[in-house]
């Protein structure tokens, strides 16, 4: 039975997931996250912009941008290598990766932001630890620059430049009610402020749809990313 064909992204960005074959640890200490990222880190280019990551011990997920329909290639030159340095430090061989990776297309501000939300919340949900800060192998701490040396160089600039124009659009009413914050988020947070800005823009178009609503609504046209 011949395989599916991957859904392309009309802007390029795309949200990629791996997993070990059955569901085996493929990450077993900081020397394997290290040396995925540095592989990462060597792969990527202008033309594959990393935007996010966050290695799980069997899976990982990573939220990028491909310039030139490359992600097929890309995603085949990380994978050889990582393999073949797993498979060589573990005297082990044959496949790694359970099938092949996974790749969502993202095309819209509301899912670009609630994917990069999702992939940094990884570890909490997984009870490893109970802040995205205090995970060491994701992206989140480079959204902070506060990361001594990155262990791989990430795009923030997207994600942060639309932090401020959405955050810019609101009523200072809804800057008010910022839960948990009487002013408002500070600079210091900024993925829970481009996770609130979206709720609220959501919720607004939500009710403007319901105060205009007809048997037959016309359907809303995405808005790309870049």
């Not at 997931?17 to 990222?37: K, S």
């Not at 990393?50 to 990573?62: D, F, K, P, Q, S």
């Not at 790694?96 to 990069?116: H, M």
Request: aromatic fraction near 12%; proline fraction near 6%.
């Amino acid at each position: 039975m011949p395989r599916k064909a991957r859904k392309l992204s009309s802007c390029g960005v795309y949200h990629i997931m791996i997993r070990g074959i059955n569901r085996m640890t493929i990450f077993n200490d900081d020397a394997d996250n290290l040396n995925f990222l540095h592989i990462l880190d060597f792969c990527a280019d202008e033309n594959f912009i990393i935007m996010a990551y966050c290695l799980m011990g069997n899976h990982l997920h990573l939220l990028a941008k491909d310039c030139n329909d490359s992600l097929q290639h890309m995603m085949k030159a990380i994978g050889v290598r990582y393999v073949a340095y797993y498979n060589r430090r573990y005297q082990r061989t044959g496949p790694l990766f359970q099938g092949r990776y996974k790749s969502q297309p993202v095309t819209t501000k509301g899912y670009f932001l609630r994917v990069l939300r999702h992939i940094h919340r990884n570890p909490v949900a997984a009870g490893m630890v109970q802040d995205m800060q205090d995970y060491p192998w994701s992206s989140y701490i480079d959204y902070f620059a506060s990361r001594k040396k990155p262990l791989c160089h990430v795009d923030t600039s997207y994600a942060l430049a639309l932090r401020f124009r959405l955050a810019a659009a609101l009523p200072p009413a809804a800057r008010i009610k910022c839960p948990r914050h009487s002013g408002g988020f500070s600079a210091a947070s900024p993925l829970r402020m481009l996770s609130f800005v979206t709720l609220y823009v959501q919720r607004q178009a939500w009710n403007a749809t319901k105060s205009s609503f007809t048997p037959n609504p016309p359907q809303p046209r995405c808005c790309a990313v870049w």
